[in-house]
Every structure is written in C-alpha cells, then in structure tokens.
C-alpha cells in the first residue's frame, strides 16, 4: 500500500472552493496573523496546515474571534501515513454555517501535541480516544486515561503497523 | 472518602459518600454502559462514565475490506437507524468519486432514511418512557417500529443490518408494491405516532419526571459538541438538512422543531415533533419519486481517486460526519467517524452532578445513545 500524498496544494485546486471558502480562507489567514498557516482544500472544504506547537492558540483565536466564531468542534481525526500521523481537526461555525479543517502533522516516534480541551470541552474524549488508538500525546491532557481500550492495553491498534487480520479461520 | 463495609460500626450521624457502579448489565444503560456514581443519600455527586465495552474497532476494519463491504459494518454502528449509516458512507465514497446517482435512489434513500428515523425515534419513545416509569407507551411505539421494519424487510430482505444503500444508488429497486405498502404503512404510521404522543408527552406523572430535569444551557451544549434533537431541545434551530442540504432535502417542505429550555421533556418532545416533519418529507417524496435505474454504476471493483473528504449528515441521533481518506486502491486507507451520541454523553457528567439516581437514569435515555456508535 502506499502512503498518500496530500502535501502541497496547488492554486488550481483553491480555485476549486467556493467563493464563501475562499472568502473564509482569507479571514482566517488574517484572525491567526502572523502565525505560519498554509492555505489548501479538502475536496470542497476550506483546510489549513499549522504548526503541532501553536494548535492550541490557533484553536483558540479561531474559536474566541468574532470573524470566525468556530463555536464547534465536529471531529478529530488521526491518520497514520506511516512515515508521520496526521491530526484532522474540523471545526463548525454554526451561525456562519462553514466549516474548516486544521490539519497538524506530528513525527510518528513521537506524536505530542498541546491538548485543545480547554478550548472545547468536545475535545477531551476524542482527544483520549486518539491517545487510546494512535498514541498521540496530548501535553496537559487533564485525564488521559484509555477511554475505548482497557487498562494495560499494549500497543495502539489504530495504526498501521497493528497486525490485525492475522487469525485462524477454522 | 470512606467506603461502606469492614468493620466500622456506622453511626446515624456520620457522613458517608457511596460509591455506586451502575452497569455494564443495567437495563437502563440501553447497552454495555457502566457508570461510576459517588452519591451522597440520593444525590448524585459525581459520575464518571465508562465506554468501550462494545470497541469492536470498525474503524480499523474498515481499512481492511473493500469499499462495497465496509458498508455492513456502518450498519453495525449505530444499529437503530442503519439505513441513516449506510448512507453517509456512500454519499463520502461518491463524493470522492464525483458521482451522481440516479434520481429515483436518491428518493428511495429519503423515504427509507426518514421513516428509519421514526423508528429509531419510536424506539427512544417507548423507552424513554420505561425509564421514566412508563410501561405502556413501549408496547404502542414497538407496534408501529415493527410496522416500518415489516417494510424494511419486504424493501431490503431483512429487518436491521440491511446492507441496502450501496455505492452508486441501491442494491436493486423496490419491489412492484412498494407505492401500495407505503400508502398504507403511512396510514397507520400517523396513527401509531398521535397514539403514542397523546400517550406519554402530557401525561402528569411524565412531565414531572422530566420536566426540568437534566437542563443544560446552549452555550455549554454547543462547547460539549452537541448536534441534532438534543441541540435543538436547547433552542437553537440547527439542522444539517437545512444548513448545508444534502441529497435530495433542498426540495422538501419542512420544519425544524426546537425546544426552549434543553430538558429532558424538550429533547423528547422535539423527537416527538421530528417524527411527524419526517413524514410530511416521506409523502411529498413518494408523490416526486420519478421511475428509472436505481444504480449508477455496473458492477466493478471501486477505487476513488487518491485524496480525503469529510461529509456530514443528520442521523436521528445528531449529526454524523465520516472522514475517508483514499490512496488509490479498492480498500479505504483511513474511515473515522465523528459518532453524534459520542458527543452528547461526553455531557452526562456534567449533566448528573447533582441530580438524583432515578433522574440519572432519565437523563441517560434522554440522551439516546446507541453504544455501538458511541464505541465503534
């Protein structure tokens, strides 16, 4: 299997959103400032890529400023590509009806990241969920307890060196 | 803390704080869901609840069949509505493959998603009420769920995991009678749904069991990832179907029913009114469905194009959102579900604290969770 590339967006494929994403693009480019923020597209959905050690403060202005008001966080999803895991967050602003994705890419030895619980209480379980499945270490998590895996489970079996289908058929 | 038991001699005056377990086999858990209660008397003074019994890790599964057959394990998700399941994941396949499906699946799968959300809301009536002390309103509303699943059956060829919706448009067309069956299913259906309303919605005993009980503020619903009828009992008119219109919902006539104050009556009470919309969405479909093919593609082996792409939808539970992420070849790299009850009992700490045991039991079904959602 190979491992998807999903670096590195060209400007063709911007000019595949929407006006209300472009439009949505450029605000959030201006609320994060001087932050360092790549702009891309998830098909037909507005995407930004920042930095593991900043996502809590870009969580937060996202969230707390007027222009955007990301008052939901809808999903977090991790992926493993194998060489780094990938942290998806998709955040939902319900009165400006849009939605963005912020991705975070994380070294696959060792996956850490400051945890965004405090800025939405949605997060903590699926922040404990993705410790549970993918070993990602969310830094100031205030419970990180497994969730879905029992105590003393070995291994994190969402990734993909997992063995999984490997049994008997009788 | 002290614990009850060993050899201290209790005196009527001392203060102890119970720990109380609360599941894996509780019939009030509608699952394998385990809480931890500390209670003081009655009062409930902290809870922690306990998921992942029923972990049977569909995600990573997912990632191991082909894309036609990862269908039947998002039936096995949230098992009370499959058909709503099944469709979120063909509509994420066929988005990242840009395709359009036929116009007649497309009114197929409304009318079927829509009268499995009365079922699933006829199911949470009828045990709702077993948890607020109800016993009779569960033989009415299980009358009118097997009603829809004899439909179900006659439609798919089984009554849950139906395996219905594929990629593309449908497994096969319905059969000849469908118009008739519907006429008359529908029929009864508005009688099953006023009978069990006027049943428990006003009933004394009910309204004092739930009216006030578990109420949470939007802000803070919102904060916790809140979606569907349980967001709406707080007040806020959010409905996927409206805001960002999929499939065939743009031309339908319909309201979107709110609450006021975020209870346990007003999150019953929205499903209730839920269910009377999805059959007004289910006559004006039957009476546009237009004939024609109900699949878009021949039989062949699907690989979307390599990319990812997210899709949200609205289950009966709230909303559900499926992140798929393709490399190129005929098996998913990565499935994640966004499960909407996994949200709402993400609140049920903050929602008991404070509350009686027996009113836990009925914040608890007020939530409606499905526990194969919620663990995957």
Redesign the interface.
């Given at each position: 299997?190979?491992?998807?590339?999903?670096k590195g967006q060209t400007d063709g494929e911007l000019n595949a959103l929407s006006q209300k994403g472009q439009d949505l693009l450029n605000t959030v480019t201006r609320v994060l400032g001087s932050r360092q923020v790549k702009t891309g597209v998830?098909?037909?959905?507005p995407q930004i890529s920042v930095d593991p050690q900043e996502i809590a403060e870009v969580c937060r202005s996202l969230k707390d400023d007027p222009r955007t008001s990301f008052?939901?966080?809808?999903?977090m999803?991790?992926?493993?590509y194998k060489e780094y895991i990938q942290m998806?967050y998709?955040l939902l602003s319900?009165e400006k009806?849009y939605?963005l994705?912020v991705k975070v890419d994380l070294p696959y030895d060792s996956p850490q990241l400051p945890t965004i619980s405090g800025v939405?209480?949605?997060a903590?379980?699926y922040e404990r969920e993705a410790h549970d499945?993918f070993g990602v270490e969310f830094e100031g998590h205030p419970d990180p307890s497994?969730?879905?895996?029992?105590e003393g489970f070995e291994g994190y079996?969402?990734r993909?060196e997992?063995p999984?289908?490997e049994y008997d058929e009788y | 803390m002290t614990t009850v038991g060993g050899s201290e001699e209790l005196q009527s005056d001392q203060h102890v704080d119970l720990m109380l377990n609360m599941g894996p086999q509780h019939p009030s858990t509608h699952g394998v869901f385990r809480m931890l209660l500390r209670v003081d008397g009655e009062v409930v003074l902290d809870a922690e609840p306990h998921i992942g019994y029923l972990h049977r890790g569909s995600e990573k599964l997912s990632e191991g069949e082909q894309y036609n057959q990862v269908i039947t394990l998002f039936d096995r998700l949230d098992y009370i509505s499959n058909f709503n399941n099944e469709w979120v994941y063909c509509r994420a396949v066929e988005r990242l493959m840009g395709l359009e499906i036929p116009e007649r699946a497309e009114y197929i799968r409304v009318i079927l998603g829509e009268l499995n959300r009365i079922a699933s809301h006829l199911l949470f009536l009828g045990t709702f009420g077993l948890d607020a002390g109800a016993m009779t309103p569960v033989m009415f509303s299980f009358r009118g769920r097997e009603r829809i699943q004899a439909l179900f059956e006659a439609v798919s060829g089984a009554r849950m995991m139906h395996n219905y919706f594929h990629i593309g448009g449908l497994k096969e067309d319905v059969p000849d009678n469908f118009p008739q069956l519907m006429t008359k299913l529908l029929s009864e259906i508005w009688v099953d749904v006023e009978e069990c309303d006027k049943l428990l919605s006003f009933n004394e005993v009910f309204v004092a069991r739930t009216k006030g009980v578990g109420a949470i503020d939007l802000e803070t619903a919102i904060d916790y990832g809140w979606t569907g009828p349980c967001l709406r009992a707080c007040g806020l008119e959010y409905d996927v179907r409206r805001a960002e219109p999929y499939s065939l919902y743009d031309r339908f006539d319909f309201d979107v029913p709110v609450g006021k104050d975020g209870d346990c009556w007003d999150r019953y009470f929205v499903r209730v009114l839920e269910m009377y919309q999805s059959l007004v969405i289910i006559e004006q479909a039957l009476k546009d469905m237009p004939p024609g093919p109900v699949m878009a593609l021949g039989r062949r082996l699907i690989r979307p194009p390599k990319g990812d792409v997210y899709v949200r939808a609205e289950n009966p539970r709230g909303e559900i959102g499926v992140y798929l992420v393709s490399d190129g070849t005929d098996k998913p790299y990565r499935v994640k579900v966004r499960p909407p009850s996994f949200c709402s009992l993400s609140a049920l700490r903050h929602l008991v604290k404070g509350a009686y045991i027996a009113d836990a039991v009925v914040i608890l079904g007020s939530l409606d969770i499905v526990l194969g959602e919620v663990d995957r």
């Open positions: 299997m190979t491992t998807v590339e999903d998830l098909l037909d959905r008052k939901t966080l809808l999903c999803a991790a992926v493993d998806v998709f319900m009806e939605t994705a939405w209480r949605a903590d379980w499945l497994p969730l879905l895996l029992y079996p969402g993909k997992f999984f289908h | -």
